[in-house]
Structure formats: structure tokens, C-alpha cells
């Protein structure tokens, strides 16, 4: 057990300094304009989080090349962004001293369906079950693809850094590019690019090596990585383990540990058993596993409620950093909360509007805290009893005829 609080300032492998133990997590804003880039919506949205107390914001996935979107909003970051209006969102985002890393993300074969591009993945293997005809069958890429993907990563990588970022997270779990690359289901080559584990982690370490060779040595680069994919034959945790100690060997500056896929969301707390519910941290076991490998930064995301739980995590020494997703949806100064008083606690909504269908199509789950969040982006503070019928009519006037088509799993 360790003396640490959440006010505990953490020290990076590369230097920097972060000034508590509080993470927000990325979660889908959906907030990017008809040009992929940021609306000034995010801006107010992440200052309202900065101000709330936490040590360091992650961003919702921004997309490496606007040509790969996952999501009718999606922002990207290239050369035809205005980087004037990233610098705007990193500025606000930094308030009271808080760290802005941007996460980056490719979606590969997780492309729906509606939207108009072309799917491209390691190996042309569709998602199963009932996704299989809601998300486009992927097109293999070629080698010289893959190269230029990983460029486009370091690229991007580096336009964060020239924006005012201060940070940057490889998106490398819940089934996106990398972690397909990662995964013996999802990854079928027999080239250098898979048909061992080994090779099969050579993209995620190449897209590394990218960014870091874009940004330095004393610029904080971080993934979140999947313990597993909790799928028959995919990605385990002894294969995770193995690119944990690869990433590690590289310098990387923190690990999110995260699981699961579209195909098994456990990142949702689906399937959990009661004693992980009791613990309050999905993926904790996996945590504290991997502590004994290495002092490398680590943080837990999903499932922390209450400041009682988030402290034993952090004083059993399983994670540094205790990350904070949907609670910060509904209560944005909940960090600060924490600060004040350990022993706070909250409650999250279950939202339904009592027709399972309409709950099924609308991705309730997804949309009520979308909901939450687009309100903060208008300056308003969010509703922890909202409706889930606004949450539906909220959705509908964003997304148009868009609103029931399935885009996540």
C-alpha cells in the first residue's frame, strides 16, 4: 500500500508533470464540424472539464486521415485542417494547468455501413453476428498502405503538438486499427505484418516510433491498450502483456488499460462479475498484473463511482491514475469534488425511455451522455435527470436522417 491522494502530482517518463491523479477518458463528443474540424462547441466543452478539477483530458478519437471516418462527426487532423481552430480547443483545454493529450485513432474495418467510405483493415475479415451488415467488409491493406498510415499518425501526432496539445494517445483498444492489427481473429496476414504475435505487434510499435520520432523525447505519448478482446482465439492478455512490455522497453509515457471490442463491449461493464462490479474497476486484475512488470504509469478507466474505491486503487499501488469517463458526462467538476472530499460518490443515470426498440436503435447507452455533453459544448450545465426522449430528439436534430443507423456495436 502507498500514502498516495488524489492531489499527488505524477511524474512522466518524459519529464513532464501532471498535477493530480485524474484522467478523463476519450468518449465519443461528436462535435466535429461539416469540415472534420473541431466546432467551437469543444472549446467551451473542455475548458468546463479543465476547470472541473481533473489532472489530464483525453480527447475523443480524431481521426488520422479524413478519408477513414467511424462516425458521422468525427474530427480529423491533416493538412487541409484549419489549425487555428485546434489551437482554440488546446487553449481552452489548459486551463488551471491541465494537460490536453489528443487521442489518435484510425478505424479501420469499424466503418458503418451508411457512411461512404471504403473499409480498409489488416485482413479483409467483416465483424460478425448482426454487425456483419452494419459496418462495411474491410479491404486488406497493402504494404505500402500501411506505411503511410503510420506516417499519417506521426504526422498528426505532430500538428497536436504544433496546435498547443500537450499530449498525445495512440487509440490502440476497442477493436479500431490497432488493436486489429493486434488481434489473431482480426489479423490473418502471413506477411510481415502478422502470422506471429510478434509481427502482428510491429504496426503499434512503428506507429510509435512514428509520433515519437515526430514529437521528442520530452513530449507525453500514452495508449490506451486492450487487456484483451474477451473474444474465442483473439487478442489475450498474455499476448497484451507482451506489447505492454514492448511499448514499455520504447519509453512509452502511460498505458490506459481498457478491453473489449463492438463485438464483446465490455468496456461498457457487459459481463462483468460481482466481485469486479464490487471493485468498482473493470479492468483492475489486468492492472495490477501488469504492475509487477513494470513502474511504467498506468490508469484504470470504467466502472469507478466512488472516491472510496478510486483511493484503494490508487493506494494498493495497482494504478497511478485513476480514469473517469461517463461520470465526467454528468458531473464535470467531479475531480474537484474529489479533491475536496474523498469519500464523494455518484450515482449515473440508467437511462430508457421504456420502448426497447427505440432504446436499441437511438444506442441509449451512447446517446444520453452525447446528450449531456453537446449541452455542456452550448455553455449549459448537464442534467442528471434529463429524459431519455430529449436525449432521442437531441440526437435526431444532429444527426438527421443519420439518428437510427447503427454506427457503434
Given amino acids: 500500500m502507498t500514502s498516495l491522494a488524489f492531489d499527488s502530482p505524477l511524474e512522466l517518463p518524459c519529464g513532464a508533470r501532471v498535477k493530480n491523479r485524474f484522467l478523463k477518458s476519450a468518449m465519443s463528443e461528436q462535435l466535429g464540424d461539416v469540415r472534420r474540424d473541431p466546432s467551437p462547441g469543444l472549446a467551451t466543452l473542455y475548458e468546463t472539464w479543465a476547470r472541473g478539477g481533473v489532472g489530464v483530458l483525453v480527447t475523443g478519437n480524431v481521426m488520422i486521415d479524413r478519408s477513414a471516418i467511424g462516425e458521422p462527426l468525427n474530427v480529423a487532423l491533416d493538412d487541409a485542417s484549419d489549425l487555428g481552430l485546434f489551437e482554440r480547443w488546446a487553449e481552452a483545454a489548459r486551463a488551471d494547468g491541465t494537460h490536453v493529450w489528443m487521442q489518435l485513432n484510425h478505424p479501420g474495418r469499424q466503418v458503418p455501413s451508411f457512411l461512404g467510405n471504403e473499409a480498409v ?71 510481415e505484418w502478422g502470422g506471429t504475435a510478434e509481427k502482428r505487434q ?11 520520432a515526430r514529437v521528442g523525447s520530452a513530449f507525453p505519448v500514452s495508449i490506451k491498450l486492450n487487456s484483451a478482446d474477451f473474444q474465442r482465439g483473439g487478442f489475450d492478455e498474455d499476448e497484451s502483456m507482451a506489447v505492454f512490455d514492448a511499448l514499455v522497453a520504447r519509453g512509452i509515457d502511460l498505458i490506459e488499460v481498457s478491453g473489449g471490442n463492438y463485438e464483446a463491449p465490455v468496456m461498457t461493464g457487459t459481463g462483468m462479475s460481482e466481485r469486479t462490479r464490487a471493485r468498482e ?40 491514475v485513476i480514469g473517469l469517463a461517463r461520470p465526467l458526462a454528468v458531473y464535470p467538476d467531479l475531480p474537484r469534488r474529489l ?32 446528450a449531456e455533453i453537446a449541452r455542456m459544448a452550448k455553455g449549459k450545465p448537464p442534467l442528471p435527470d434529463m429524459s431519455p426522449w430529449s436525449a432521442v430528439m437531441l440526437m435526431v436534430g444532429r444527426f438527421g436522417m443519420y439518428a437510427f443507423r447503427p454506427r457503434r456495436g
Avoid: C
Fill in 121 to 191: 483493415a489488416p485482413s479483409a475479415v467483416p465483424l460478425t453476428g448482426s454487425l456483419e451488415r452494419m459496418f462495411k467488409t474491410p479491404r486488406a491493406l497493402t504494404g505500402v498502405e500501411i506505411s503511410a498510415i503510420i506516417g499519417r499518425f506521426g504526422h498528426a501526432a505532430e500538428l497536436a503538438k504544433q496546435a498547443g496539445f500537450t499530449g498525445v494517445q495512440i487509440h490502440g483498444a476497442h477493436g479500431y486499427l490497432v488493436n486489429q492489427f493486434l488481434s489473431p481473429l482480426h489479423n490473418v496476414r502471413d506477411d
Fill in 202 to 212: 510491429r504496426f503499434v510499435l512503428e506507429v510509435y516510433d512514428a509520433i515519437r
Fill in 281 to 320: 474497476a473493470y479492468f483492475l486484475e489486468y492492472a495490477e498484473r501488469v504492475r509487477a512488470r513494470s513502474k511504467v504509469p498506468l490508469a484504470v478507466t470504467g466502472g469507478f463511482r466512488s472516491g472510496r474505491a478510486m483511493l484503494e486503487a490508487l493506494q494498493s499501488g495497482a494504478t497511478d
Fill in 339 to 370: 479533491l475536496e472530499d474523498p469519500s464523494e460518490s455518484v450515482v449515473l443515470p440508467a437511462p430508457r425511455t421504456g420502448i426497447r426498440a427505440v432504446d436499441r436503435m437511438s444506442m441509449m447507452d451512447v446517446t444520453y451522455y452525447e
